[in-house]
């Protein structure tokens, strides 16, 4: 008991003598803010990206592409074999009793970053009378849906978010024909949202790509009849076709980005950090040697070398984690929500929206919980054991 | 004892605070050097590119092909030197993630244009224009994968299907390996005949991915793009031609804004090694204020302890900074041989930068201190405890 009550005393006195020495703390505080944000804006634009894609797609709906493509831009996929897989088993039924299946086309067009005004690659997709059916999520915000066989487009939210040109009831133009925009669509923040639709006759006819279509998409009876639906492709040979459940395609396209951001942030945030911890053991050490006469007189007193230790460790961790929770709070208040883009796998351009998740913030703390325990450690060690007799001959 | 040897004893007076402030200047300035370096690797994406060449692709996109029929038109076009053509292929080795960057090109046209980036020896290359069904392949691709002059390699196509097979692969034989002629060269590609590959694909035959053309003098530059761009203008593929560098830094632009980024986090660790080592100093001072006190009893002229001060801070600064550069310069050396950007490396313009930041750092760290020497009061230095 008593042991503790010295521990209270040292701590408080600490504590409360800490704005004497405001400027020497302030920079460890700034210090190791500045670590947890360069972590976190990495860690945040990563988890952004990986939400769209995780956030894409459901379990109930298939996507074929063909084999070995890996990606709709590669795919390449013909009329007749878009007929033969209206006639796989476990897929969904219209009330007519045909398939509802849609064959779309995805080319590529330059659109202008309102941000910086450079050009970047945009997805346009051309897709069937099914497609929107096919869309789970889907609103039409602003307008309407395009007229089957019409110069019409609708677009994503987040597109026009980032890219100039696109407002409702404007005159675009991609390859060779003139588009109407005459709706926004929004799908829960998902890749598609980053997409212009069209019909997709007229992207073929206006891209001269004949009948062709790059993907099939369909929707299953229960989640479990894709495999009903890849032993028929399997058995099929004029379809030469990979099966992917939607959810299953998208989640496979956010590894590699969402890698590289973080290899990226990790050395980064670890490289200041090490800096950081050098600035914290200095000022932990300063700390120390100004007060080495008080601890001194303390441990003249009959205050033991634990409580000193622990008071010293105490200040560090508490600079340390104010420093993450004003780097935390800095990334919240100026980047969380902030839209951006980047180019995905299939060259195209994907806008996301940077998340601060709570389980970054903590990560970010327990980064700066880290330098505090390693800043302090040492410098607390030197404050229980520095000899009386030392500490008072010193200057 | 020379002022020299009295500013490192001053310095490392605490030894232990000396090594912390090393090191917290080390690793800004690692950070610096190495961010720099592969700054300078994307700005030095198509930096290979000859200053009198252009390429010309599809309005619409890249990805939109070209037909084969406008590279005569563009040969015959005024201010046009060469044109050739190739197309992108999309390949890979065995599997999927063996990705390796082929083009088919018009072999003939195409290495008399990039003869500057590429060298080949005139057996190897009369060997790959004899054969159709060669492969000329880069040196760094060469050591990768062990191939040798005369290997059949298999390349398959993550676009394409060969007719004559029905497979996405071709089988190619290696008739020369590509040595890099200019040091921003990417050897890691490899070429092979356009018509091999014209003729066995399924689908997009007689197209360019694009084309890229040499102008008879890089003032021509612009005139020769309009030129070319009005003639295809209203036709079946408009075109857009630009400058070959300004062509490859669109894709780098395509990442995102990654100087923005950069610069930030170099600012950020920048202001907070300045607040720890400018703080550390005004500290350092202070402790020795009786030193300075006593200095200056001793016939110190205060200019010379002012200068004694800064020149502590600058070379703390230093001391820490140049190590980490040349850590920086090792670091992106091994990058370099991992990753294959050719421009990753610390050049000079950036190296020149990061020591000018270097005695920016120690003139801004040292000069409160220094001017607090410079005008301390004999009689306050001695009585202050």
Redesign the interface.
Known sequence: MRILNQIIAVCSINLKSLPERF??SF??V??VA??V??LL?FLALAAGFKRTLDGTGSEGIAIMLRD????E??S?IALDQLRLIGEAPGIVRKDDGNPLVSGELY????GVRR??G????LPLRGIGKDGAALRDGLTITQGRMFEPGSNEIVVGEGLIREFAGFDLGSEVR???GTWKVVGVFSMNGAVFESELWGDATVVQSL??RGS?FQTVRVRLQTPESIDLLRDYVANEPRLKLEVFSEKGYFAGQSSNTVNLIKTAGWP?AI??A???L??A??TM??SVASRSREIATLRCLGFGGFPSFVATLLESLVLAGIGGVIGSLGIFLFFDGFS????GQG?T?IVFTVTLTPALVQQGIILALIVGLIGGFFPALRAARVPIVTAYSQ? | MTDFSLILANLFSRK??AI??L??I???F??FGVLAGVQNGFNNIGGAAGENRLVTINK??F??PLPISYVERVRATEGVARASYANWF?GYFQE?KNQIVTFAIDPESYLDIYATDYKLTPEERAAFLADRSSVLIGRKLAERWGWKLGDRIPL?S??FTNKNTGK?TWELTVAGIMQPAQENADTSVAFFHHSNFNESVT?GRDTAGWIIIETADKKLNTDVSKRIDAMFANS?A?TATDTEKAFNQ?FV?????ITL?VTL?VG??F???L??V???MV?AVRERT?EIGVMKTLGFPSGRIFKMVLGESLLLSLLGGLPALGTAAVLLELMRAAVGIPGLALTLNYAVLGVAIMLALGLLTGIIPAWNALRLNIVTALGR?
């Open positions: 400027w020497l920079s460890t700034m210090a500045m670590v944000t360069v804006s070995g493509s890996q990606q831009v590669n390449v080319v590529i067009v330059d941000s910086t450079l050009k970047a690659n991609l390859g060779t891209f001269r062709a980064l490289a200041m090490l800096g950081a050098a600035g053991l200095n050490y300063s951006t883009s980047t180019l060259f351009q200057g | 232990l605070r912390l402030m090191v917290a080390f690793f800004a690692l950070i619409i996109n990805t939109q999309g999927g398959s993550n676009i996405q689908f079946a408009e669109a632009g395509q990442l995102g804004n980024i986090v950020a660790a202001a907070t090694i607040m720890i400018g703080n550390t500290m009786k405890q």
